[in-house]
Protein backbone atom coordinates (compact mmCIF):
# COMPACT_ATOMS: atom_id res chain seq x y z
CA UNK A 1 0.00 0.00 0.00
CA UNK A 2 1.25 3.47 -1.00
CA UNK A 3 -0.37 6.63 1.13
CA UNK A 4 1.46 9.49 2.09
CA UNK A 5 2.51 9.96 5.38
CA UNK A 6 3.20 6.07 5.28
CA UNK A 7 5.95 3.89 4.99
CA UNK A 8 6.03 2.38 1.06
CA UNK A 9 5.16 -1.43 1.30
CA UNK A 10 2.64 -0.60 4.32
CA UNK A 11 0.04 -3.66 4.75
CA UNK A 12 -3.86 -2.79 4.38
CA UNK A 13 -5.40 -4.63 6.58
CA UNK A 14 -8.58 -5.33 8.88
CA UNK A 15 -8.05 -4.92 12.06
CA UNK A 16 -8.94 -8.14 14.20
CA UNK A 17 -11.07 -8.81 16.95
CA UNK A 18 -10.26 -11.32 19.76
CA UNK A 19 -12.87 -13.17 22.44
CA UNK A 20 -12.59 -12.63 26.15
CA UNK A 21 -9.79 -15.69 26.19
CA UNK A 22 -7.61 -13.65 23.93
CA UNK A 23 -8.58 -16.09 20.96
CA UNK A 24 -9.29 -14.40 17.49
CA UNK A 25 -12.72 -14.58 16.18
CA UNK A 26 -13.03 -15.84 12.55
CA UNK A 27 -14.30 -12.65 10.51
CA UNK A 28 -14.51 -10.31 13.27
CA UNK A 29 -12.97 -7.16 12.65
CA UNK A 30 -13.19 -4.13 13.94
CA UNK A 31 -15.13 -0.96 12.44
CA UNK A 32 -12.55 1.70 12.67
CA UNK A 33 -14.80 4.25 10.24
CA UNK A 34 -17.34 3.98 13.19
CA UNK A 35 -20.30 3.53 9.94
CA UNK A 36 -21.88 -0.07 11.54
CA UNK A 37 -21.03 -1.89 8.69
CA UNK A 38 -17.62 -3.45 8.30
CA UNK A 39 -16.02 -3.50 4.89
CA UNK A 40 -13.01 -1.88 2.75
CA UNK A 41 -13.54 1.06 4.45
CA UNK A 42 -12.25 -0.41 7.40
CA UNK A 43 -8.79 -1.23 6.40
CA UNK A 44 -5.84 0.54 8.33
CA UNK A 45 -2.23 0.67 6.98
CA UNK A 46 -0.57 -1.44 9.40
CA UNK A 47 3.84 -2.20 9.66
CA UNK A 48 6.32 -1.95 7.40
CA UNK A 49 7.36 -4.53 4.93
CA UNK A 50 10.84 -3.04 4.66
CA UNK A 51 13.62 -2.93 7.12
CA UNK A 52 14.39 -0.45 9.48
CA UNK A 53 18.14 -1.44 9.40
CA UNK A 54 19.89 -3.91 6.90
CA UNK A 55 23.67 -4.65 7.90
CA UNK A 56 26.60 -7.22 7.32
CA UNK A 57 29.30 -8.34 9.30
CA UNK A 58 32.21 -10.23 7.62
CA UNK A 59 35.36 -11.10 9.45
CA UNK A 60 38.89 -13.30 9.29
CA UNK A 61 40.58 -14.85 12.53
CA UNK A 62 43.81 -16.26 11.78
CA UNK A 63 46.22 -17.95 14.72
CA UNK A 64 49.41 -20.17 13.73
CA UNK A 65 48.56 -22.61 10.63
CA UNK A 66 44.34 -22.41 11.43
CA UNK A 67 42.27 -19.49 9.90
CA UNK A 68 38.35 -19.08 10.68
CA UNK A 69 35.93 -16.47 8.28
CA UNK A 70 32.32 -15.79 8.26
CA UNK A 71 30.03 -13.48 7.22
CA UNK A 72 26.63 -12.62 8.58
CA UNK A 73 23.87 -10.40 7.51
CA UNK A 74 20.42 -8.55 9.49
CA UNK A 75 17.66 -7.33 8.45
CA UNK A 76 15.99 -5.42 11.47
CA UNK A 77 12.22 -3.66 11.72
CA UNK A 78 10.65 -4.94 8.79
CA UNK A 79 7.47 -7.12 8.83
CA UNK A 80 5.71 -9.56 6.51
CA UNK A 81 2.14 -10.85 5.65
CA UNK A 82 2.14 -14.46 6.26
CA UNK A 83 0.19 -15.71 3.06
CA UNK A 84 0.70 -19.34 3.04
CA UNK A 85 -0.99 -19.25 6.92
CA UNK A 86 -3.84 -16.75 5.53
CA UNK A 87 -4.91 -18.92 2.98
CA UNK A 88 -4.40 -22.74 4.04
CA UNK A 89 -4.69 -22.44 8.04
CA UNK A 90 -8.12 -23.73 7.55
CA UNK A 91 -10.11 -26.45 8.90
CA UNK A 92 -12.07 -26.82 5.75
CA UNK A 93 -9.32 -27.13 3.06
CA UNK A 94 -8.95 -30.61 5.25
CA UNK A 95 -12.59 -31.11 3.98
CA UNK A 96 -11.85 -30.65 0.40
CA UNK A 97 -13.82 -34.23 -1.28
CA UNK A 98 -11.36 -32.88 -4.46
CA UNK A 99 -8.16 -33.14 -3.29
CA UNK A 100 -5.90 -34.70 -0.65
CA UNK A 101 -3.44 -31.89 0.93
CA UNK A 102 -2.31 -30.52 3.91
CA UNK A 103 -2.64 -27.60 5.95
CA UNK A 104 -0.18 -25.83 8.16
CA UNK A 105 0.12 -26.67 11.80
CA UNK A 106 -0.19 -23.12 12.68
CA UNK A 107 -4.20 -23.79 12.04
CA UNK A 108 -3.92 -24.92 15.61
CA UNK A 109 -3.16 -21.98 16.84
CA UNK A 110 -6.04 -20.18 15.43
CA UNK A 111 -8.68 -22.66 14.97
CA UNK A 112 -10.32 -21.48 11.89
CA UNK A 113 -12.72 -22.70 9.50
CA UNK A 114 -13.13 -20.96 6.11
CA UNK A 115 -10.26 -19.04 4.07
CA UNK A 116 -12.56 -15.89 3.12
CA UNK A 117 -13.51 -15.17 6.77
CA UNK A 118 -9.77 -14.29 7.30
CA UNK A 119 -7.51 -13.74 4.50
CA UNK A 120 -6.98 -9.69 5.02
CA UNK A 121 -6.56 -10.38 9.08
CA UNK A 122 -3.83 -8.29 10.54
CA UNK A 123 -3.16 -11.55 12.39
CA UNK A 124 -0.58 -12.56 9.40
CA UNK A 125 1.56 -9.82 9.59
CA UNK A 126 4.90 -11.03 11.96
CA UNK A 127 7.94 -9.44 12.40
CA UNK A 128 10.47 -11.17 9.58
CA UNK A 129 13.50 -9.48 11.44
CA UNK A 130 16.55 -12.15 10.86
CA UNK A 131 20.62 -12.23 11.73
CA UNK A 132 22.00 -14.94 9.45
CA UNK A 133 25.44 -16.29 9.22
CA UNK A 134 25.88 -17.00 5.53
CA UNK A 135 29.00 -18.27 5.62
CA UNK A 136 31.57 -19.98 7.52
CA UNK A 137 35.03 -21.67 7.14
CA UNK A 138 37.54 -23.37 8.97
CA UNK A 139 40.67 -24.17 7.04
CA UNK A 140 44.68 -25.45 8.40
CA UNK A 141 47.62 -24.18 6.51
CA UNK A 142 49.82 -27.36 5.78
CA UNK A 143 53.82 -26.34 5.44
CA UNK A 144 55.72 -27.89 3.05
CA UNK A 145 58.52 -30.19 4.30
CA UNK A 146 60.16 -29.73 1.07
CA UNK A 147 60.73 -25.62 0.48
CA UNK A 148 60.29 -25.68 -3.41
CA UNK A 149 56.87 -27.45 -2.86
CA UNK A 150 53.72 -24.63 -2.14
CA UNK A 151 51.88 -24.61 0.87
CA UNK A 152 48.34 -26.54 0.93
CA UNK A 153 45.27 -24.93 2.16
CA UNK A 154 42.53 -27.24 3.64
CA UNK A 155 39.25 -25.94 4.31
CA UNK A 156 35.95 -26.92 6.05
CA UNK A 157 32.90 -24.68 4.44
CA UNK A 158 29.65 -24.54 5.92
CA UNK A 159 26.60 -22.34 3.80
CA UNK A 160 23.83 -21.45 5.50
CA UNK A 161 24.80 -22.59 8.79
CA UNK A 162 22.71 -20.81 11.12
CA UNK A 163 19.44 -18.04 10.85
CA UNK A 164 17.81 -16.70 14.31
CA UNK A 165 14.27 -15.58 13.35
CA UNK A 166 10.83 -15.34 14.88
CA UNK A 167 8.69 -15.39 11.83
CA UNK A 168 6.85 -18.52 10.79
CA UNK A 169 7.27 -18.00 7.09
CA UNK A 170 8.16 -20.88 4.74
CA UNK A 171 11.93 -19.86 4.15
CA UNK A 172 14.14 -23.36 2.35
CA UNK A 173 16.94 -24.49 4.54
CA UNK A 174 16.23 -21.75 7.72
CA UNK A 175 15.44 -24.61 9.78
CA UNK A 176 18.77 -26.90 8.92
CA UNK A 177 20.96 -25.70 11.63
Known amino acids: MQREGFAPNSFYVYKQLYDANGAPIEGAYADLNG ?3 VNADDRYIKDNGLADVTLGFQSNFNYKNFDLSFNLRASIGNYAYNNVNSSTAQYALLQDQQVLG ?3 TSVLDYNFRNTADVISSDIYLENASFLRMDNITF ?4 NPLIKKFSR ?3 SFMGRCSKCIYSY ?3 WSRSRNF
Not at 139 to 142: C, H, L
Open 35 to 37: DGI
Open 102 to 104: NIP
Open 139 to 142: GYTI
Open 152 to 154: KQH
Open 168 to 170: KLL
